[in-house]
T-cell receptor
């Protein structure tokens, strides 16, 4: 079975440009999560969806960040305009149940490494 | 405010010996704890978990210990193998406002197992 699929794997862009990261969760999973990994803070939850509805977006750093889930098989994370401090690896994950519950194992994609110059 | 702390950014262990990775947390509401393992250029994968009603959970070479009074958990790998070399993330879960669980990750510890 295919796991969580993210694209692009690598993105290099210039400050001020719009960046769109894409995610296809595992079929049948009704929770989708966007995480950001940095050296200093580890894995930070940005936002998560349940049945395509945003549940908690308190981790979204600024209004420059937005996320959508138009259907059960696709989500996007957009940064507009991008800044050098947004450089990080962005992970998408999906699960059958809410995160952190005994049945809510998260399945992560391979990540999108973003570099903003 | 880091609620889940992994104070050792790296650990080096000889093959065959025990690896002990530590994690401290500050929120007494956390009731479920997990360890994830991450290889380079891959996403994290679930390794082992423990509920707050237990103090130990074992799965093969991996054992997680929970000390609630000290707000501390540790992951033991015995014996360590070169394939265990990876970044290990500790994570803790609690019900936050809104009624849903939230998973908080630590910054990770890079384990290197050398022959």
């Amino acid at each position: 079975d295919a796991g969580v699929i993210q694209s692009p794997r690598h993105e290099v862009t210039e400050m001020g440009q719009e960046v769109t990261l894409r995610c296809k969760p595992i079929s049948g999973h009704d929770y989708l999560f966007w995480y950001r990994q940095t050296m200093m803070r580890g894995l930070e939850l940005l936002i998560y969806f349940n049945n395509n509805v945003p549940i908690d977006d308190s981790g979204m750093p600024e209004d420059r960040f937005s996320a959508k889930m138009p259907n059960a098989s696709f989500s996007t994370l957009k940064i507009q305009p991008s800044e050098p401090r947004d450089s990080a690896v962005y992970f998408c994950a999906s699960s059958l149940a809410g995160q952190g519950s005994p049945t809510g194992e998260l399945f992560f994609g391979e990540g999108s490494r973003l570099t903003v110059l | 405010d880091q609620q889940v702390k992994q104070n050792s950014p790296s650990l080096s262990v000889q093959e065959g010996r025990i690896s002990i990775l530590n994690c401290d947390y500050t929120n007494s509401m956390f009731d479920y704890f997990l360890w994830y393992k991450k290889y380079p250029a891959e996403g994290p994968t679930f390794l082992i978990s423990i509920s707050s009603i237990k103090d130990k959970n074992e799965d093969g070479r991996f054992t997680v210990f929970l000390n609630k009074s000290a707000k501390h958990l540790s992951l033991h790998i015995v014996p360590s193998q070169p394939g265990d070399s990876a970044v290990y993330f500790c994570a803790a879960s609690a019900k936050f406002s809104g009624g849903y669980n939230k998973l908080i990750f630590g910054a990770g510890t890079r384990l290197a197992v050398h022959p």
